[in-house]
């Protein structure tokens, strides 16, 4: 079984470019997470979906951040204009049950000149 | 206080000695706990599982759990300088639906 795959796994972009980081997860994993790391505030919760409906987006840190699941095998995390605070490494992890552990892609590593 | 908190170090321990990491969670309700390892430039990777009181053992990796207070910890014993990496730790949130909070992360460095 594969494991959850991100896209790009590195990306580069000026200022106020959009950004859109892409996850598949692994199949049959019902609830879908997207993380940001930084040195300074480590892993950061952003948004969450149960069965592709989104439930807590509580920690997106604006309203230039989107994320959407439009079935359960894709989902996407969009910024829109991206600014340099942005840089980070996104994760995004999977999991199937309450008491079972996330699983988590390789990252996208997100630049923003 | 924090959800989950871990001494962020570094723990600095020589090749071949048991290293200690600690978290405590603030959820008295929480079942499961879970330990990652990450290392400098990956993503976090599931070590440990654990979910009753007491000591599960995998390999050189031990996990404790003492849920009266409230506290995991992660032994590793025979520790080796490939062990050098962040081991986070992370608990369900109850009522959370589906959610986690980790730990900060300890950073471990194996000294050859």
């Not at chain 1, 997470?33 to 040195?39: S, V």
């Not at chain 1, 995390?77 to 699983?103: G, M, T, W």
Request: hydrophobic share 30%.
């Amino acid at each position: 079984d594969a494991g959850v795959i991100q896209s790009p796994r590195h990306e580069v972009t000026e200022m106020g470019q959009e950004v859109t980081l892409r996850c598949k997860p692994i199949s049959g994993h019902n609830s879908l997470f997207w993380y940001r790391q930084t040195m300074m505030r480590g892993l950061e919760l952003l948004i969450y979906f149960n069965n592709n409906v989104p439930i807590d987006d509580s920690g997106m840190p604006e309203d230039r951040f989107s994320a959407k699941m439009p079935n359960a095998s894709f989902s996407t995390l969009k910024i829109q204009p991206s600014e340099p605070r942005d840089s980070a490494v996104y994760f995004c992890a999977v999991k199937n049950n309450s008491n079972q552990p996330q699983h988590f892609g390789d990252g996208t590593r997100l630049s923003i000149l | 206080q924090k959800e989950v908190e871990q001494n962020s170090g570094p723990l600095s321990v020589p090749e071949g000695a048991i290293a200690s990491l600690n978290c405590t969670y603030s959820d008295r309700v929480s079942q499961s706990f879970f330990w990652y390892r990450q290392y400098s430039g990956k993503s976090p990777e599931l070590i440990m599982s654990i979910y009753s009181n007491g000591d599960k053992e995998d390999g050189r990796f031990t996990a404790q759990l003492n849920k009266a207070s409230q506290y995991v910890s992660l032994l590793i014993r025979d520790s080796q300088p490939s062990d050098s990496a962040t081991y986070l730790c992370a608990v369900p949130v109850s009522g959370g639906y589906q959610k986690v909070t980790f730990g900060t992360g300890t950073k471990l460095q194996v000294i050859p």
